[in-house]
């Protein structure tokens, strides 16, 4: 059986394909209460983004989910979007949106297979076990068809997996690399486990940033789960409005979606804060997948010397290792999280284009910036902080 036997169907709501048909397809290896691999896939997450009008009318995420089915019954699925924008993706094409527009093309609106506001990287194309070629296929062919037929400029998908990036490239589509900063666990027992495998010169620097950082003149705390609770919510959310402001103009969050994931998406969260004088002043929130740790947002209300690195990295790997998880995902962008433990990483995207010339123009950009990324990963790593071979003096 081949893709073109396969029906493709689109939602507006994803309840509308429903949570047991979603997860089947995005999270098969959660069944009997195991965690997901990926927490952003999930229907939880997902409906939580549409529930609190994190997406949907008037934020330029309009929600056009992708379904693929064979005689009635599911086999794939794959959270679409159309974008007015281009906001919130992490995988910038505002230049290729300037060029389109300037050449007297119309750029928006596209299409986007993504975890909106959700630099992660993880399955795109989310199929029932036993349909993973025949239901990638389909969707990559159904998501192209979609664009083609409906006049859009273009489609993309991000942070998908490299193995979906070779099967796209095989459709016909353009996969793009770029990079982040993650952390890998070593079997490491404790954070001091880590810093043993650092040169001397990062080893001191880390433990007097984690020295400074503590002596903040207040406690560290860690939630998850039922501890978290609403109070805890209402102190995150004005952290959170506040680098969302300075980064975005207007955070992509609304307030409902923290009461929203107090309700369902707890058991997903770490939530770190900060609290001194009886208030709480710098949050970072991560989400806990079944081997990553994904680090999210950030905000503080005081700032103290090096807490955010405590908050967003330090304790990150802290969790990671107690959670026996074998990474730690830092978000974009950073070159500051190298001298941290944190080393480059590669990440792809793909994109389709209708205009056949445009298309020609942006396959040509991305060769050239695939061989700067790989340069840029191959020096970044030279210069991480860990122990080279030559033997280093005692500390």
Request: proline share 4%.
């Amino acid at each position: 059986m081949n893709a073109r036997d396969v029906e493709i169907r689109i939602a507006s709501r994803i309840a509308q394909i429903g949570q047991a048909e979603w997860d089947a397809c995005a999270c098969p290896e959660a069944t009997g209460g195991a965690r997901p691999a990926d927490p952003f896939t999930t229907f939880r997450f997902l409906s939580a983004l549409e529930e609190s009008g994190s997406v949907g009318p008037g934020t330029g995420w309009q929600p056009q989910y992708l379904s693929a089915a064979i005689d009635g019954q599911i086999i794939a699925v794959a959270p679409m979007y159309a974008k007015s924008h281009s906001q919130g993706e992490y995988i910038f094409d505002h230049s290729w949106a300037h060029a389109f527009e300037r050449a007297g093309g119309r750029y928006y609106p596209k299409l986007q297979i993504a975890v909106p506001h959700t630099p992660a990287t993880g399955r795109r194309f989310l199929t029932r076990p036993g349909f993973e070629e025949t239901g990638t296929a389909a969707l990559i062919q159904g998501a192209v068809q979609l664009t083609d037929s409906n006049g859009l400029s273009s489609l993309h998908i991000t942070f998908c997996t490299q193995d979906e990036a070779a099967a796209a490239e095989q459709l016909g589509l353009l996969a793009r690399k770029s990079q982040q900063f993650h952390w890998h666990n070593a079997g490491f027992e404790d954070f001091d486990g880590f810093l043993a495998t650092l040169s001397s010169r990062k080893r001191k620097n880390i433990r007097k940033e984690r020295q400074q950082a503590q002596a903040f003149g207040g406690e560290i705390e860690v939630f998850t789960g039922d501890d978290l609770q609403p109070e805890h919510w209402d102190a995150f959310w004005q952290f959170y409005q506040d680098t969302g402001a300075r980064k975005w103009g207007t955070p992509y969050l609304t307030r409902a979606f923290f009461d929203i994931a107090q309700d369902q998406l707890r058991d997903d969260m770490a939530l770190v804060l900060a609290k001194r004088d009886g208030a709480w002043v710098a949050g970072a929130l991560n989400f806990i997948g079944a081997d990553a740790l994904y680090g999210r947002y950030w905000g503080c209300t005081e700032h103290h010397p090096f807490l955010h690195f405590e908050l967003c990295y330090y304790q990150a790997i802290d969790i990671a290792i107690k959670l026996g998880l074998s990474t730690v995902e830092a978000g974009a962008q950073g070159e500051h999280k190298l001298a941290r433990g944190y080393l480059p990483q590669a990440t792809w995207s793909l994109h389709w284009m209708r205009d056949e010339g445009f298309m020609r123009a942006v396959e040509d950009y991305l060769v050239q910036e695939r061989a700067a990324v790989d340069e840029e990963i191959d020096i970044l790593t030279d210069y991480g902080p860990f122990k080279r071979v030559e033997v280093e003096e005692q500390e």
